[in-house]
């Protein structure tokens, strides 16, 4: 259930990812980089700073495809997809959780300390979106506080409490899963906000 | 003859990456920096995400030498350097076809699947410019609409074909770079253009 | 002791990262990972490009919780903090030549080429800084005339010919940061800058 949750959550982060590529112009092949990049590049870097190798989208190349074929399909699609607004918003956010499941599970089997367990889920659930906006020449939209690296953060706290705790795995992954995604829901539902560090130099004098 | 073509082409994009930090009036460090990441970025991200260590430049560090040499020497000879604009496209050219068929042969040495040898050959052709971008702070110019990475997956593509199907290997090399090349500068003069995904939200309504 | 300046180095990058996360209005998340970035940022990047395994920070997790303390302390003390322009600076040297040395340091232990253990110290360093800018969407700082990159290589360079030449290790510490932290000083105080690469495209007609 996890693996199919996961081919939902890459094929919408490839489609959302397409529209912020149309948005500035991009040409097809930058539609596909931008695309792999935000669906596939938080497990690369988490593989990358855990020394996790192969990389997912070594051992299975097909996931570069099914995310090229995703986000150039969203071409004729836009219109749509655009309109689309919040079952996309919800798959969003059920990719955000799920995202964030399966790199909590790889920095478990790494062996790592259970910070750095957390810190796999949340560079899983989130780096994709950073590294779309570093490429689009944004400032990162997840440092603009929306409730979403927190939701991340919560996500992964949760579940490995949960499996420490000795409660059964897929028990566990269900009971964040379900948590995660209300959380980000409410969030987007209610404009929860994180609050910001605003610091005018000027305002000191 | 690949490594001839090889020195060739990391000098000629770092002579090109010196202008372009040249005309964001960087610093002489700024200028080496950015020569070595556009020269040496493409096969570094590469190795990196292959997990092919040690690293080009960390095994024979002349190069990083070679390199920032180049684009030293581009700062009294820029008017000259940026005269030449043919010389260097044509060879900016013969650095793409060459980093790319470089980099699918590392990727059959790491006996990877067919379809991440085409991506490390387009990884090593292009991800340099792209590292280039994003320390200049601009978005990418191979998203904008030129046949580049195109030009690099074709190359690719037509190499490791002519490989498997029992092709000595040293006429592919210079079949695939004969005809990624002749395609690059049919680009060049035609001003062949991949199609763009325009998307603008506001057509909608 | 390099073990304390290296804490005392991380705090005060995290905090001074933590003010330009606040000029950009980031939540709170976004402090703490621009604090991170910084403050880890460069000898991350030096770990990942000489296969240095396990990371500094995973290996030992606290140091993260070190930097988002910190950060997240800065928010209440910003005008305090800011107002210390001055010693922020001089621990901010401190730094620069501590994350130099302790670079080297791993780059001699990895046995890599005396110019690699160079540009260990560099990369760890300076690239921290870098990172902080790419994520904050500016062109890097130290590209931009300072004289920082300088001061680490010849930091760097001065300690690897001293170990080289035989000086007992913690003498050489010693000596390359007093050094290195002088001519930094020294930098800020007289202004001293690095040439620049001024390229006007419109001056050769």
Known sequence: MLLIAFYVAITVEAMTAALAAGR???DWFGVCLIACVTALGGGTMRDILLDHYPLVWV???YVLLLVCGAALA?????????RLKWPFLLLDALGLVVFTVIGCNIGIEAGVHP??????GMVTGTAGGVLRDVLCNDIPLIFQGELYATVSLITGVIYFLGLTNGMPGDLMVLIAIAIGFTLRVLALVLKWEMPRFVFDRNMRR
């Open 59 to 61: 051992k299975n190349p």
């Open 24 to 26: 500035r112009n991009m």
């Open 115 to 120: 910070i750095i367990v957390i810190v796999a």
């Open 74 to 82: 969203t071409i004729p699609l836009a219109q749509l997809v655009d």
